[in-house]
DNA sequence: TGCATTTTCGCAATCGTTTGCACAAACCAT
DNA sequence: ATGGTTTGTGCAAACGATTGCGAAAATGCA
């Protein structure tokens, strides 16, 4: 029994009290041009038969969805998800809905996504770009259109954007200043893939971290993640214990990473943190949950969301400010068990 | 420099060829009435000249937005996520997109999300309810008008939608089997809510299995959790192990809650699987990076975003179709470490 | 050649809401 | 009373695409 009532329109409104279409639509928005009477009456019946305005007519009239897209290259992903979380609920308070897609990284992928939001008509576009990505014609197309679009965590500087991004530098630089903290002298660092703009700049903290400190500073102890999976961080682990000049602390680019090095370290009896200090990136629920608990640089992902769906609601809105601001979050370290070699 | 520039309609076209605008409409779509001269002529400048139909204009014609509508509790959750990650793989191939909202599992902000929806408009709506969500008035919503639910993994039977759900009772019954087999006699279960569905389904596979083995039962070993956290993991698993008769294998509703156990048990030297068997649920990230790996049962959530969303786009194509079908997905034991006792 | 089809196309209405403009009624001041 | 302003309302166009219907042009057949 599929209740196809018609919905109430306001033609029927104007029917029913006798009184024209535009009045009606005047009288609901409380024009000041309609007498206080009329809107009584009107917004009355409105609310009596529960009347709801056909939306799909008013954004069309508008020319505008309250729709905003955002594009992730996995969804299946602690921080992604985070980021998402937060996009979601900045959007709706501000009275807006999240159309979500995904490109696995694949450049193919992320064009056929954003097609079809630009298709549907978002509003705006909030976009993590994939590996691929290099110069985004497709979202050229957005800004074509007047459709604002703005990048967060993985970005790229060849688009005329504002951007949200974490200070993957300063986070870097703090989690490895914090192993020297406590008293690890070698420390290598597991990184992710070179053209990735996120894994250089925390490679860069690293690199600057171990140079003010004066600490020894061996190329093989920075290794390149090309899938960034627990896998590698096993396999890297083992690279470098077994080398002849073995570190004593390692950062990894990632929890995930961290954790396959943690399985390598227990697996061979070393002692963490007593033997070997480590310490991941991004806080994700891993981290907490394993033995013994990482420590890792919170990324605070949900405040990302919400930022980067901030800065696209303002640009909605005004249309013609050229904004290219660049908002950077500032990390948090998460000390935990597998660093605090001083009370271990 | 936004450029602003006014996208191409069919009146532009009607002009510039010298034809009308319903001619050009019907072109573009191949209509039989048309020639064929005229259809080449019409495409090729559609075509050079970049035309994209206006979908506002065309949805609001239509009536229909090719919007999916999906609320879960929970985002940042590695099944949710896996679902929607699925659902958006499936809409995307039929030319929908998803609109994605949670409801922290609060009714409240169920309410809001899926309003939001209806007046955004979606054509249908995937939903996984919140714990909070009984009679499900908001969800009546969307069938009086007209709009398609499809629930999946938390579900109502009060609702008149279809269903796809997990075959928890049949996961949870061949996991317990799993662990009878290895040789595990005094099987502990930690349970969540009575009031959710899933959580009585495993219990009730559990209880079943045990029961069909003729082995030892004990009220006592049947522990519910509230929050599936792993820290109830642990405290269960310091409850049941601490008791006058102790189970030597665990069953938890979720890895989570698992990994909690896995953490009490390794603190206090119990050998994995040797002393104690222990066997999750949903096969998260998190149970294959585990020390030992966890056991565990795979849930196959993108299969059930795929087949929920199907049924979505089925209904939302014939209206009146009246559809309660129940589609129950069929779960995959996964069999790791932390259960192999004869391996161990 | 004349009439009946068939082919091809345009007119105009429609979806529901918004909004510029005109206009009538009511009011005020001179 | 006259002219001018204010107040309240309706008319009609517009947004862009779709579609039923009618009509002109082209074709077929006798």
């Known amino acids: 029994m599929m209740n196809d009532k018609k919905?109430?329109?306001?033609?029927?409104?104007?029917?029913?009290?006798?009184?024209s279409v535009s009045t009606v639509s005047r009288a609901l928005k409380a024009h000041p041009?309609?007498?206080e009477e009329t809107i009584k009456l009107v917004k009355e019946y409105a609310e009596t038969h529960n009347y709801v305005p056909n939306f799909l007519a008013v954004n069309f009239r508008k020319n505008k969805t309250f729709n905003i897209g955002l594009i992730v290259p996995?969804?299946?992903?602690?921080?992604?998800?985070?980021?998402?979380?937060?996009?979601?609920?900045?959007?709706?308070?501000?009275?807006?809905?999240?159309?979500?897609?995904?490109?696995?990284?694949?450049?193919?992928?992320?064009?056929?996504?954003?097609?079809?939001?630009?298709?549907?008509s978002v509003d705006g576009l909030l976009i993590s770009i994939s590996n691929e990505t290099v110069e985004g014609d497709h979202l050229r197309e957005f800004l074509n259109e007047g459709k604002p679009v703005v990048q967060f965590d993985k970005i790229t500087?060849?688009?005329?954007?504002?951007?949200?991004?974490?200070?993957?530098?300063?986070?870097?630089?703090?989690?490895?200043?914090?192993?020297?903290?406590?008293?690890?002298?070698?420390?290598?660092?597991?990184?992710?893939?070179?053209?990735?703009?996120?894994?250089?700049?925390?490679c860069?903290?690293?690199?600057?971290?171990?140079?003010?400190?004066?600490?020894?500073?061996?190329?093989?102890?920075?290794?390149?993640?090309?899938?960034?999976?627990d896998q590698e961080g096993y396999d890297f682990a083992k690279e470098l214990m077994e080398s002849k000049?073995?570190?004593?602390?390692?950062?990894?680019?990632?929890?995930?990473?961290?954790?396959?090095?943690?399985?390598?370290?227990?697996?061979?009896?070393?002692?963490?943190?007593?033997?070997?200090?480590?310490?991941?990136?991004?806080?994700?629920?891993?981290?907490r949950v394993s033995t013994p608990q990482l420590s890792t640089v919170e990324q605070h992902g949900f405040q990302m969301g919400v930022d980067a769906t901030n800065l696209l609601i303002e640009m909605i809105g005004n249309h013609d400010v050229e904004n290219l601001k660049t908002v950077e979050i500032k990390t948090e370290l998460?000390?935990?068990?597998?660093t605090t070699l001083s009370k271990a």
């Not at 500087?157 to 993957?168: A, E, G, R």
């Not at 530098?169 to 406590?182: N, P, Q, R, T």
């Open 157 to 202: 500087d060849y688009l005329p954007t504002p951007k949200v991004i974490v200070d993957d530098f300063d986070g870097a630089y703090s989690a490895v200043k914090h192993l020297i903290d406590e008293g690890y002298t070698r420390i290598a660092h597991i990184r992710g893939r070179e053209d990735v703009k996120n894994s250089s700049e925390r």
């Open 245 to 287: 000049n073995p570190p004593n602390a390692i950062f990894c680019i990632t929890d995930l990473v961290a954790l396959g090095v943690l399985r390598y370290l227990k697996e061979k009896g070393y002692h963490i943190p007593k033997d070997v200090g480590l310490i991941g990136f991004s806080n994700w629920m891993l981290s």
């Open 204 to 229: 860069a903290g690293y690199l600057k971290a171990i140079q003010d400190h004066n600490l020894e500073s061996d190329p093989d102890w920075v290794k390149v993640c090309r899938k960034i999976s």
């Open 33 to 35: 041009d309609i007498a």
């Open 74 to 120: 996995e969804l299946v992903h602690h921080f992604f998800s985070t980021v998402i979380s937060g996009a979601i609920s900045e959007a709706n308070r501000q009275g807006y809905n999240l159309l979500v897609s995904q490109s696995n990284d694949i450049l193919k992928d992320e064009i056929l996504a954003s097609r079809a939001m630009l298709n549907s």
């Open 334 to 338: 998460v000390i935990r068990e597998s």
């Open 7 to 19: 919905k109430l329109t306001l033609k029927d409104i104007g029917r029913e009290l006798g009184i």
